[in-house]
């Protein structure tokens, strides 16, 4: 069975950092682009981020470029995301996902919440 396992969400004020790691099981994810989403309360999914395969290209939504990095270790099957001088408005749940494509509409693990407050 394939798992996304999504960690490190939690409460940070504003302008702090918070870094979220993914652990994908069940098969090899070499080959597959993999990436994040988010959504908050009341609004519909946002792409964040994602990185291809052999981590030689990476995009971002604009809303996080310059703040968030994305990078993968295929050996443990992880991608992780790095984010600094967060915002209010990236409060979200963050979800791990992965394709064949830049969609990543085939897997995808359970979230985990980042809120940031003062």
């Known amino acids: 069975q394939v798992q996304l396992v999504e960690s490190g969400g939690g409460s940070v004020r504003p302008g702090g950092s918070l870094r979220l790691s993914c652990v994908a099981s069940?098969?090899?994810?070499?080959?597959?682009?993999m990436g994040w989403f988010r959504q908050a309360p009341g609004k519909e999914r946002e792409f964040v981020s994602a990185?291809?395969?052999?981590?030689?290209?990476?995009y971002y939504a604009d809303s996080v470029k310059g703040r968030f990095t994305i990078s993968r270790d295929d050996a443990k099957n992880t991608v992780t995301l790095q984010m600094n001088s967060l915002k209010p408005e990236d409060t979200a749940v963050y979800y791990c996902a992965a394709g064949l494509t830049w969609s990543l509409n085939e897997y995808r693990g359970q979230g985990t919440q980042v809120t940031v407050s003062s």
């Open positions: 990185i291809r395969w052999d981590g030689g290209r990476t």
């Open positions: 069940g098969r090899t994810f070499s080959g597959y682009v």
